[in-house]
């Protein structure tokens, strides 16, 4: 018999989704209100080892590079490891003003992981690797 986590899933949907609308919004408080303290992102040539690393990071980003950009996000699965954690599989990418798509290169493969923690969805790292490799 299948077990069906729906309202799990949707608390998770829910937490990316937040992360995203602070991206498009350029907020870094926002962006990671659902994080651990203790949160870790690795991302080519980057890792940030705290919720407060991660903050101090996009707030810089958005206040620059990436300023008036856009996040888009496609959800590829859900998996959950006993009752209180989770780890999710989407393709990401960054959109700059004036883009209509995000280009190739730009897109890449995120894995997140989440612990439920009295009852809310947090997230506890992040990892992104590009879809395509450069050559």
């Known amino acids: 018999m299948t077990v069906t986590r729906s309202h799990d899933e949707a608390a998770i949907k829910g937490v990316l ?8 919004a350029g907020d870094a408080d926002a ?9 870790t992102a690795i991302l ?4 940030r080892r705290s919720k407060e690393d991660i903050r101090e990071n996009m707030a810089a980003g958005f206040a620059s590079i990436l300023k008036g950009s856009t996040s888009i996000d496609k959800l590829d699965s859900i998996r959950f490891l006993g009752e209180t954690a989770a ?13 209509t798509e995000v280009p190739a290169e ?8 989440l612990e439920k923690r ?3 969805w947090l997230l506890v790292a992040y990892h992104n690797s590009p879809a395509v490799v450069p050559s």
């Not at 989704?17 to 498009?24: F, S």
């Not at 780890?87 to 004036?98: A, C, L, M, Q």
């Open 106 to 113: 730009r897109i890449v493969y995120a894995t997140w992981v």
């Open 44 to 47: 080519p040539g980057s890792y």
């Open 31 to 39: 962006f990671v209100a659902d994080y651990r303290d203790d949160a």
């Open 87 to 99: 780890v999710v599989v989407s393709e990401t990418g960054i959109k700059f003003p004036g883009e």
């Open 17 to 24: 989704g937040g992360v995203y609308q602070a991206w498009d």
């Open 118 to 120: 009295d009852g809310a």
